[in-house]
């Protein structure tokens, strides 16, 4: 059965303290695995995009990364900011799919 | 320009009652979706449709009923309100089957409050 978690459920984290994000999957057939960012009352924003075991991507304080059971979404001397919470989602080959984890929400302090 | 756009943003309503919710998206997909997000924050895909046509029904209660008049429309009609259908509602929608090269855009969430 397809799955997506997330972890932690939660995070808080100093200004400026690095740390990183989980998300494992088990799918059959990945056809892409992605990253929101969800703000309070707002709908999910699109981040990143990875599909191979391998790939990187870079975007301000975030970089996410991905293997073949997980991806990490390392951020690197965040700021208050970055306070969201951060959904990663699979899109699968099976009538086209598209799973959500449950979420991290961070929050960062100054 | 609102790529995603639903409306309303906030619906209170009674139990029992008859409501709609609208999205349209001005992207030029294919691809809509209706996913429920929950008081955990869990999203969940309901119904996903391409071309006009169903793709995606999860296991959603029949008092769900998709309609799309045309591809840049799916509006989510929701008969006999359970206090369990309290949760936002979000529309999303894609170019074609959500891959590397084309991700979903959301709308902002209809939040729905049934008392």
């Known amino acids: 059965e397809d799955q997506v978690t997330q972890s932690p459920e939660a995070l808080r984290l100093q200004e400026g303290e690095s740390s990183s994000l989980n998300c494992s999957y088990t799918?059959?057939?990945?056809?892409?695995l992605f990253w929101y960012r969800q703000d309070p009352g707002k709908g999910p924003e699109f981040l990143f995009t990875?599909?191979?075991a391998g790939e990187e991507k870079e975007k301000e304080r975030l970089k996410a990364t991905l293997t073949k059971k997980e991806s990490f979404l390392h951020i690197t001397a965040p700021k208050p900011e970055d306070s969201a919470t951060y959904l990663c989602?699979?899109?699968?080959?099976?009538?086209?799919?598209?799973?959500f984890g449950s979420g991290t929400k961070l929050n960062v302090k100054p | 320009d609102t790529a995603v756009s639903q409306t309303p943003k906030y619906l209170v309503t009674q139990m029992g009652n008859d409501k709609s919710i609208k999205c349209e998206q001005n992207?030029?997909?294919?691809?809509m979706y209706w996913y429920k997000q929950d008081s955990k924050k869990f999203l969940k895909i309901m119904f996903s449709?391409?071309?006009?046509?169903?793709?995606i029904n999860e296991t959603v209660p029949n008092r769900f009923s998709p309609k799309s008049p045309d591809k840049a429309h799916l509006n989510l009609h929701i008969n006999s309100l359970e206090l369990g259908d309290s949760a936002v509602y979000f529309c999303?929608?894609?170019?074609?089957?959500?891959?590397?090269?084309?991700?979903?855009?959301f709308g902002q969430g209809t939040r729905l409050t049934v008392v």
């Open positions: 449709y391409n071309n006009k046509e169903l793709i």
């Open positions: 989602a699979v899109s699968t080959d099976n009538f086209n799919k598209f799973y």
């Open positions: 799918v059959s057939g990945l056809r892409g």
């Open positions: 990875l599909y191979s």
């Open positions: 992207l030029g997909h294919d691809t």
């Open positions: 999303a929608s894609s170019q074609d089957q959500i891959g590397p090269d084309d991700e979903a855009f």
